[in-house]
Structures are given as C-alpha cells and as structure tokens.
C-alpha cells in the first residue's frame, strides 16, 4: 500500500525561484497537513486542510501557499524561494473521527541557495 | 500557547534494560495522545496511542498517561539496539468542532548500547 506519497525526495533550488511539493494520498483521509522539521525547532506545522476545499494556516504559514483541490493531493508552493526555507518538509494526513493519528509521507529534502 | 515538552536527551540505555521517554503537556484539555519513532534522515512512524489514563500496552512498549498531571511516558522494556531514534510525543487537544491538528514535542533521542 502506498499511503502517502511525496514527490521530488528532494531538491536543490535557487533563491527566488518557485517550487511545488506535491503530496498524495490514498487513505481517503480528509485531513492532510504540511510540516517542516529543522534541527532543535521539532515539527512545526505549516498550513492544514481539514477537507477538500478548505485550508487553514498553521504555526509557520509565511511563504508558502496550498490548495485542496480533491481528496488525495495537497500541493505545497513556495513562490519566491529564500535560504531559510531550507528544511525537511513532510506531508502527513489523517481521519477526522476525533484522535486519529496522522500518517507521514516519506518527505521532501529542500535546499535553498 | 499550547506546548508539549520532552527532554531531548540523548537518553543512553544498555541493551535489554527499560527506556523511558517522558513527555508533559499544557492544555489541559487534551484528549489523544500519540508516540512516533523517528529515525535518523526518516519520516515519524506512529508506534502507540492512547486515549484513557492507565497503562496501554502493545508487545514491548507500553504507553502511560495520567491526565491528572498532565503527563503521558512511554516505557520500551528490553531495549534493542534498532530502538535507537528519536521519539516524538503528539497532542490531540480534542477539543470538539474541527480541530484534528497535532501538538508535537521535539523529541527524545533515544541510543541502546550493545
């Protein structure tokens, strides 16, 4: 079974360029979450959606966008890339029957230069 | 601010002896909670979850939660080498309406000496 799936592994990218981190599920869950994990700062969300059409902004939203289109993707967008943007990004989803684990992608390894 | 907080660690055990990852919350209304193991250059793997107070126990793991002091463990009793990780303890305030987000903890660096 491929749970989540994020696409590229990872990625080196110029400053001020843009880049898309696609993430895809195949749970049917309708929540789905964007983190990013830097070293001694922990998992820190980014934006969520809790269901197709809707998302929210989570701890750390400045810089990056997503949409919700369908069920199963849940794309991340950085519009104008910068250094501190360097991170591990992970998607992760989950049920929302009340305190349903989240499910991690495998993640997305960014580099900004 | 909602927070959960564990020791970083590093915590040392030998190998056979009893890990015990520590992890206390704030909100005092939280409802789930969850352990993910995490290695090294890996995505968290869920590993235990527990809702009640009591102990949960699932082969050598077994999960603690004591809502009262708002403190949830998680004991790996005879530790291996391949426990080595770092474990992360989550939060679900579970507060109602449509708040599924997590709360996590910046981990615990767990190492098993052979």
């Known amino acids: 079974t491929a749970g989540i799936t994020q696409a590229p592994t990872s990625q080196i990218l110029a400053a001020g360029r843009s880049m898309t981190l696609r993430c895809t599920q195949d749970?049917?869950?309708?929540?789905m979450y964007w983190y990013r994990q830097d070293l001694g700062l922990g998992l820190r969300l980014i934006h969520y959606?809790?269901?197709?059409?809707?998302?929210g902004k989570g701890e750390v939203p400045d810089g990056y966008s997503v949409s919700r289109a369908n069920t199963d993707d849940f794309p991340l967008t950085l519009a104008s890339a910068v250094p501190s943007q360097t991170s591990v990004y992970f998607c992760a989803s989950s049920g929302t029957a009340g305190g349903q684990p989240q499910h991690f992608g495998d993640g997305t390894r960014l580099s900004i230069l | 601010q909602k927070e959960v907080e564990q020791n970083s660690g590093p915590l040392s055990v030998p190998e056979g002896a009893i890990a015990s990852l520590n992890c206390t919350y704030s909100?005092?209304?939280?409802?789930?909670f969850f352990w993910y193991r995490q290695y090294s250059g890996k995505s968290p793997e869920l590993i235990m979850f527990?809702?009640?107070?009591g102990d949960k126990e699932d082969g050598r793991f077994t999960a603690q939660l004591n809502k009262a002091s708002q403190y949830v463990s998680l004991l790996i009793r005879d530790s291996q080498p391949s426990d080595s990780a770092t474990y992360l303890c989550a939060v679900n305030p579970g507060s109602g309406g449509s708040n599924y987000k997590l709360t996590f903890g910046k981990g615990t660096l767990l190492t098993v000496n052979p």
């Open positions: 749970m049917r869950h309708n929540a």
């Open positions: 909100d005092r209304g939280s409802q789930s």
């Open positions: 959606s809790n269901t197709a059409g809707t998302t």
């Open positions: 527990i809702y009640s107070n």
